[in-house]
């Protein structure tokens, strides 16, 4: 009986873990692919669950941060949804590679398709370029249901407290990558290569020179021994005469 109470306990703390997980982990989230490094591009998977057992998701509305402006926001295709652009004109226009931009992307929507109960979609996103100066980019989601139902992914966490009911994507930056390094590090390949290729050549060299000195000596070997022959001819005459 005692067995029989703990093996109960057991499996129902065992199915509270699962049941917490889950509802841990099934929310609009955002992961980069790869890094997101900072003032750099990345592309970003908005990932949407279905929570519902008995409705479809058929609609994500992403919002991007006004005050992080991205001047190039790119939507991939997903096959069975329609996407639509949103944009507003910025106060202050922004700078980027000698051209002036006057307005930004604020809101993406999906729409039309349909993520089925035990599904999930991934929202592919080309942007850039992303802030230099944070550690993270918060996106607002709202996702809605075929039965009308609307979840506002939209709450932010605060440092120190528990995770929100509803919380909003959070993109977390990595530091920015410089080119000194990469620089750097081809030079010195070239460096070495340069070296090899003057090893090398002079290996060449040294093999010509050799090859040359060979030749001459040989030469002059074939001439000494052709002079004698010529000298024991004429000594071989001189003792028949």
Avoid: C
């Amino acid at each position: 009986m005692k067995t029989s109470r703990v093996s109960f306990a057991a499996a129902l703390a065992a199915g509270s873990v699962l049941v917490l997980s889950g509802t841990a982990f099934a929310h609009v989230g955002v992961q980069p692919v790869g890094e997101a490094a900072k003032g750099g591009y990345a592309t970003l998977n908005f990932k949407v669950p279905n929570e519902r057992d008995n409705a479809s998701t058929t609609q994500l509305e992403v919002n991007f941060p006004v005050d992080q402006p991205l001047t190039s926001v790119m939507p991939q295709d997903v096959p069975g949804w329609t996407v639509n652009v949103e944009k507003t004109k910025l106060d202050k226009p922004l700078t980027v590679h000698g051209k002036q931009v006057n307005e930004v992307v604020t809101k993406v929507t999906w729409s039309g398709g349909k993520i089925g109960p035990g599904m999930f979609q991934q929202f592919p996103v080309s942007v850039g370029k992303l802030p230099e100066n944070a550690d993270q980019m918060v996106f607002k989601a709202i996702q809605t249901y075929d039965n009308n139902e609307v979840v506002r992914w939209i709450e932010e966490a605060k440092e120190g407290a528990a995770e929100p009911q509803t919380p909003a994507p959070v993109l977390k930056l990595t530091a920015a990558k410089g080119d000194d390094h990469h620089a750097g590090a081809k030079t010195d390949e070239a460096k070495n290569a340069e070296k090899d290729a003057a090893a090398g050549h002079g290996h060449d060299e040294a093999a010509d020179h050799g090859s040359d000195t060979t030749a001459r000596a040989l030469g002059i070997a074939g001439i000494v021994i052709g002079l004698g022959g010529v000298a024991f001819g004429v000594a071989s005459r001189r003792r028949s005469a």
